[in-house]
């Protein structure tokens, strides 16, 4: 791989949005209202609290006030919608399997995982707006490659 090449998230053929945000205590909260706000314009009517919980953990994870930028990715399909939060600091550990077990475990999510690119690692998760599941006990891993093309 060529020393210029960096690892990108790329969307293509869906409707998407993202906002670059820094990496403040405040941000979990801001990036809960832009994300709430972006799904009521595109008309989904989803349920708040839980998309605001999911949405508040992922971006949660990471934040540590070190006023880097972070990256708050959204893109839906149906009644799905992939939230990608990425840190945009290289050498920064990844989340926890606890986290991510704990995402797997809430009930509108249907995948989650996290990813370490050369900007650093990722968090995402795909969850469904209006059909939350029952509660889940088994962890579903995989790539964020896979899930893009499965969700959207």
């Not at 070190?66 to 939230?83: F, N, Y």
């Not at 690119?117 to 962890?139: I, Q, Y």
Request: charged share 25%; net charge positive; proline share 6%.
């Amino acid at each position: 791989m060529p020393a210029a090449y960096q690892s990108r998230l790329t969307m293509t053929n869906r409707r998407g949005v993202n906002w670059p945000m820094e990496d403040r205590p405040w941000t979990p909260g801001k990036a809960r209202e832009r994300v709430l706000a972006q799904l009521r314009e595109w008309g989904y009517t989803a349920d708040e609290a839980m998309v605001g919980d999911l949405v508040t953990t992922l971006v949660g994870q990471a934040v540590q006030d070190t006023r880097a930028r972070i990256s708050v990715h959204m893109s839906p399909k149906g009644d799905q919608i992939l939230v990608v939060v990425l840190s945009h600091q290289s050498g920064r550990p990844a989340a926890d399997e606890a986290t991510v077990r704990g995402l797997a475990g809430h009930r509108a999510v249907v995948s989650c995982g996290v990813e370490t690119s050369t900007e650093g690692p990722s968090l995402w998760a795909v969850m469904d707006l209006n059909r939350p599941r029952p509660s889940a006990t088994a962890t579903r891993r995989e790539t964020l490659g896979s899930a893009l093309r499965r969700a959207l």
